[in-house]
Every structure is written in C-alpha cells, then in structure tokens.
C-alpha cells in the first residue's frame, strides 16, 4: 500500500520559514520522481517544485530562489524549505510521486499571515 505523509505545515509570519517533509512508503523511492504541489482557496493545483530521480530540480516561477526542494533516499523523504514566505504562498501543499500512478499525500496547510 502506498502512503506518502506531509508533515511540516503550520503557520507562519511573513518572512518566515518552515520545512515541509514527505515520508514514502510502498514505492521505489529511489526510482521515483517527487513534487510539491499547493492548492489555496479557489484556485487550481499547481506545481510548487521537483525533483527527479537522479536529483534534477526544477521550480515554479513564483517560488526560485525562495523554496529548495531536496530528498534523502536512505529515508524515503522528499522536502521542500520555503524561506521567505508571503501571504500568497498560503495554501495547502501536497505531496508527489511521479510512476505509471502518481500518488498524492492528503496535504499540509501552510498559512503565513502579513
């Protein structure tokens, strides 16, 4: 069974940071691309940031320079620092991994407020 839990979320003044984690179970993690994808009120879900396999990022426009995507293959975890946070980075973030199925987290909320 594959279980991919977010863990990290809470609030956060402007300005601030948090780590989000993503502990994976029941894929081959190390074969797997990850992401991190937000969905805040009333929009659509969108790609946050990626890593591949091999450890090849790539970041939304809105996020570089500010978010650093990262895995650890010996714990089964992708995270994502977010430095910087704004107001307009509130939303719930989920978690990614890319296969013949993607499989999604439940999520984690991240508030910052300003």
């Known amino acids: 069974q594959v279980q991919l839990v977010e863990s990290g979320g809470g609030l956060v003044q402007a300005g601030g940071s948090l780590r989000l984690s993503c502990a994976a179970s029941?894929?081959?993690?190390?074969?797997?691309?990850m992401g991190w994808y937000r969905q805040a009120p009333g929009k659509q879900r969108e790609l946050v940031a990626r890593?591949?396999?091999?450890?090849?990022?790539n970041y939304a426009d809105s996020v570089k320079g500010r978010f650093t995507i990262s895995r650890d293959n010996a714990k089964n975890t992708v995270y994502l620092l977010m430095n910087s946070l704004k107001p307009e980075d509130t939303a719930v973030y989920y978690c990614?991994?890319?296969?013949?199925?993607?499989?999604w987290g439940k999520g984690t909320l991240v508030t910052v407020s300003s």
């Open positions: 890593i591949s396999s091999i450890g090849s990022t």
């Open positions: 990614n991994s890319e296969g013949p199925i993607d499989y």
């Open positions: 029941g894929i081959i993690f190390s074969f797997s691309a």
